[in-house]
């Protein structure tokens, strides 16, 4: 098995978030977009973590397979991921930080909404069950 270099930080020259509502769940989505350091250098190991306060930090890396020079006929070819945030327990209607290898920005974690079957369906039309 060949040696493998560590894994090194990528450039990240934007982050855009992504709040969608998946049967009442909130998801958010980083769109990352950046540069690699070469052709030959691959996305490894997407980490996440959380900070102090409101910060959600992302860290992307790269690693180059050792021997591996590749063509370099695009320095510094760019690279595009969507990453999954993790965002269990976070409050809602809250402004949360996302720091993704020092590129900064910011969303709000949706509120969700009511559930239509509920705010439908009054009280009396509920039978509870009997034993």
Do not use: W
Request: glycine share 6%; with cysteine.
């Amino acid at each position: 098995m060949p040696y493998a270099p560590p894994a090194v930080p990528v450039l990240v020259q934007s982050v855009e978030i992504d709040t969608t509502e998946f049967h009442g769940r909130p998801d958010v989505y980083a769109d990352i977009k950046g540069r690699l350091s070469s052709n030959a250098a691959q996305l490894v190991d997407i980490k996440q973590s959380r900070g102090k306060g409101n910060l959600l930090m992302v860290e992307v890396n790269e690693q180059t397979p050792r021997g591996s020079t590749g063509t370099n006929k695009v320095p510094n070819p760019p690279f595009q991921t969507r990453v999954p945030l993790e965002v269990l327990g976070l409050m809602p209607g809250q402004k949360y930080l996302v720091d993704v290898n020092g590129f900064k920005t910011q969303f709000q974690m949706p509120v969700p909404e009511c559930d239509e079957y509920f705010s439908a369906t009054s009280h009396a039309d509920l039978e509870l069950p009997s034993y």
